[in-house]
């Protein structure tokens, strides 16, 4: 698999290691990042504050977008990827709790890429992450890289 990062954008610890447990046991082999809150998450993306040496032409391969963060929530997050020239053909999957409707049309009016609601049960949801890697990570063709700013 491509050795691009994931950016897991998550603020509940056990989440995210039921997440990078999933990713494992699906042989995903990329780097996870986590950001724990909105605003650290775009500090990322965009190379600012504890980021700002990152170079910014290695952005993610994809990133799985919780909806409810602190400082900034996802659909915030998701606004300013899309209305940045360098992000907005980044590929962005919510993966949350939320089931929601107003939550998926908000999501995908804003342009998120999928929606996926986390499973209950730790082999479903496994087996959710195996195919969205199997997806995201290999059999989709990837938008151009855009030019940075």
């Not at 995903?28 to 170079?55: K, M």
């Not at 609601?117 to 195919?131: E, G, H, L, T, Y």
């Amino acid at each position: 698999m491509s050795s691009r990062t994931i950016l897991l954008v998550e603020d509940n610890p056990s989440d995210v290691a039921l997440t990078r447990r999933a990713l494992e046991r699906s042989h995903v082999a990329n780097d996870v990042v986590v950001t724990e809150d909105g605003q650290d998450a775009l500090d990322y993306l965009f190379c600012e504050r504890a980021y700002a040496s990152r170079n910014p032409c290695e952005q993610p391969a994809i990133v799985l977008l919780d909806l409810k963060l602190p400082k900034l929530d996802g659909f915030e997050v998701l606004r300013r990827l899309r209305a940045d020239d360098r992000t907005r053909r980044l590929p962005v999957v919510v993966l949350t709790s939320s089931g929601e409707e107003q939550d998926v049309a908000a999501s995908y009016d804003l342009g998120v890429n999928s929606y996926m609601r986390k499973p209950v049960d730790f082999s479903q949801f496994a087996a959710a992450i195996q195919q969205l890697g199997l997806y995201w990570l290999i059999l989709n063709e990837p938008p151009p890289a855009a030019r940075s700013k």
